[in-house]
């Protein structure tokens, strides 16, 4: 079992459950991924396996030859929920922390060329890092924050919440709808425009600016 680690409080201990990630949330990452930009969300699933913490490593896989980064505000959800009304979202949520969604980009290619299932991309262990976390009543409006992403020192992924085409409440409302969020449960709302390839001994810093940050390496 994996569990949180809340920024500036030890005493809460909150298992990580399902990881619900989000596609083409952005429409500059919609352009230039060369997709349409959706009309409701998109989503998929991630283990909890695949996440690390601040400090730790990406492992490159041995059956992939391109990575590429994504950064993304994540939500976890306070308590159990299903078919929750948009005003009520903010009543099931525990916090928020600033997370990286790495992509074996060459493998999910390949399977979406043959009309596979291409969650074996998304899904390796280390292919989740996140950041300590930020309780709820810290931010009081998660659909205005700046976040950003660095690799060896260059700003690669710079925007704000403010950009994402489903408010977090939409993006809430419609997972509660087709299943039932647990608590512990992590959301991935999605990530901007400059994804990009990232190698072996990349240094990778991500911040949601004024409450967090996120450091790792690839190996």
Known sequence: MTYYKIKENKDIDLRIGKLVCLARTYKKHAKEMKSDIPKEPILFLKPASSVIFNGESIIFPKNSNCLHHEVELGVIISKKCKNISKNKTFDYIFGYLIGLDITARDIQTEAKKKGLPWSISKGFDTFSPISDVILKNEISNPNNLDFSLKVNGIIKQNSSTNNLIFTIEEIIQYISKIMTLEKGDLILTGTPEGVGEIKK?????????????????VV
Do not use: F, P, T
Not at 201 to 217: Q, S
């Open 201 to 217: 001994r990349d240094i990778l810093e991500a911040e949601l600016k004024n409450y967090c940050y996120l450091k790792v390496d």
